[in-house]
């Protein structure tokens, strides 16, 4: 059975910093994130190709927000620093396999005071 299990998540003041990890258990091509807060749609906020490419950052999380992977591992990162209350979100995994495309179950993160 596929899967995508995120980690990193949690409970963090204005201005500090996680790291988010999402793990696949098959050969993956590009990987991102997406995030949705409540009341709020669903967004991209960043995709990287197997190549290592950034092909996509969300304008409200540049400068602060980093994707990478490790492709030996099928793993996708996302750096994030200088965290604001406004990022405060379910984030969630897709990677696009071979043959199809996965949606991890989602990391809670929120940013408060």
């Known amino acids: 059975q596929v899967q995508l299990v995120e980690s990193g998540g949690g409970l963090v003041q204005p201005g500090e910093s996680l790291r988010l990890s999402c793990t696949a258990s098959v050969f993956t091509y590009d990987m991102s994130w997406y995030r949705q807060a409540p009341g709020k749609e669903r967004e991209l906020v960043a995709t990287?190709?197997?190549?290592?490419?950034?092909?996509y950052l969300s304008d409200s999380v540049k400068g602060r927000f980093t994707i990478s992977r490790d492709n030996a591992k099928n793993t996708v990162y996302l750096q994030m620093n200088s965290l604001k209350p406004e990022d405060t979100a379910v984030y969630v995994c897709?990677?696009?396999?071979?043959?199809?495309?996965?949606w991890g179950q989602g990391i809670q993160v929120t940013v408060s005071s």
């Open positions: 897709y990677a696009r396999a071979t043959i199809a495309a996965y």
């Open positions: 990287m190709t197997r190549a290592g490419s950034t092909t």
